[in-house]
């Protein structure tokens, strides 16, 4: 079935560092991918997202590019702050049916 | 996107309980979903929702102690019966919305103890 494996975490980083969070996928066929983000105590809220090779998506500064090739979809923010520090789970989907969720990197940005 | 309200936001429940969670949505979806969050976990779907239907549930999850209704386009609730400690998770409901490259926005969740 479809699974999509995110990397292990916790991560930490200080303030103004370079993030990557990376994500990889098995599907049939392409799906949407996502990024949500839970910051503490709350609900999911959607980062960004692709629907088709070579899109890229972005919000807040940070960025995804869907690559075919390598069946990924790695986050990037170039600056961190602390106001970032949450988890943030890759999902993908296929049309109407349900997200399929990653196990989520919890990040810690420290000032 | 969406603005999507729980009802209750936690709770504190004795086993052998049951308790219903409510879903409003602040406008019509055909498709909700209901996914369970245990402890430090990621989200597992418990059913799928659409309005006219019953509800289709995963591999692991059954009506009979899952319940959930969907009366209208903005609205659906998921009773969690006969709790036991192992129910203690996060519950959140999403919307689907196809005109918006089918995107999922969800509730902010509510907060499972049984005790």
């Known amino acids: 079935g479809d699974s999509v494996t995110q990397m292990e975490g916790p991560v930490t980083l200080s303030e103004e560092a370079f993030l990557t969070i990376n994500c990889t996928y098995t599907a049939t066929g392409y799906p949407s991918l996502f990024w949500y983000v839970q910051y503490p105590g709350e609900g999911l809220q959607l980062l960004l997202k692709a629907t088709k090779a070579d899109d890229k998506g972005s919000n807040k500064g940070f960025e995804a590019t869907y690559r075919k090739e390598t069946t990924s979809f790695h986050l990037e923010k170039g600056s961190v702050q602390v106001s970032d520090s949450a988890v943030y789970f890759c999902a993908l989907s296929f049309g109407n049916e349900k997200l399929t969720f990653g196990t989520g990197t919890r990040l810690t940005i420290i000032p | 996107s969406a603005v999507i309200s729980q009802k209750p936001s936690r709770d504190i429940c004795q086993r052998g309980t049951s308790l219903t969670i409510q879903c409003q949505v602040d406008?019509?979806?055909?498709?909700m979903f209901w996914y369970r969050q245990q402890p430090g976990q990621s989200l597992t779907l418990i059913a799928t929702a659409n309005q006219g239907s019953e509800a289709t549930y995963e591999s692991g999850f059954v009506i009979d102690k899952f319940p959930i209704s969907r009366p209208n386009l903005t609205f659906s609730t998921l009773t969690v019966s006969n709790m036991s400690p192992e129910d203690s998770s996060i519950y959140l409901c999403?919307?689907?919305?196809?005109?918006?490259?089918?995107?999922?926005?969800f509730g902010p969740g509510t907060r499972l103890t049984v005790t």
């Open positions: 406008s019509q979806v055909t498709m």
């Open positions: 999403s919307a689907l919305f196809p005109g918006q490259g089918y995107e999922q926005y």
